[in-house]
Nanobody, 130 residues
């Protein structure tokens, strides 16, 4: 059974930093796509940063470029999202999600919206105050 456990959310002032963690159990970091999504109040889910062993290029949302960095610690089976210079508009529930073989082969449009992800963790709330 694959389980993704996200943590690290909280309340932070604008300009601050947070690191989200996603511990994966029952999931092998061999052939995969994994990353972070978020859902802002009243808005559609959006991809924040995704990486894959497929031919897809690593993805970082325009809103996250230069501020958010995704990384994987294979030894700990954990994916991180380091977020810096946080803004009030980053306030959202953040989810980690993963896809295993066979990997989703649909368009980037759907990939970046999470349609190909088979496994989802419970969200962690990030609140950025102004």
């Amino acid at each position: 059974d694959v389980q993704l456990q996200a943590s690290g959310g909280g309340l932070v002032q604008a300009g601050g930093s947070l690191r989200l963690s996603c511990a994966a159990s029952g999931f092998t970091f061999d052939v995969y796509a994994i990353g972070w999504f978020r859902q802002l109040p009243g808005k559609e889910r959006e991809g924040v940063s995704l990486i894959s062993t497929s031919d897809r290029s690593p993805y970082v949302a325009d809103s996250a470029k230069g501020r958010f960095t995704i990384s994987i610690d294979n030894a700990k089976n954990t994916v991180y999202l380091q977020m810096s210079n946080l803004k009030p508009e980053d306030t959202a529930v953040y989810y980690c999600a993963a896809d295993g073989p066979p990997l989703f082969s649909g368009s980037d449009y759907y990939y970046r919206r999470g349609y190909g992800m088979d496994y989802w963790g419970k969200g962690t709330l990030v609140t950025v105050s102004s």
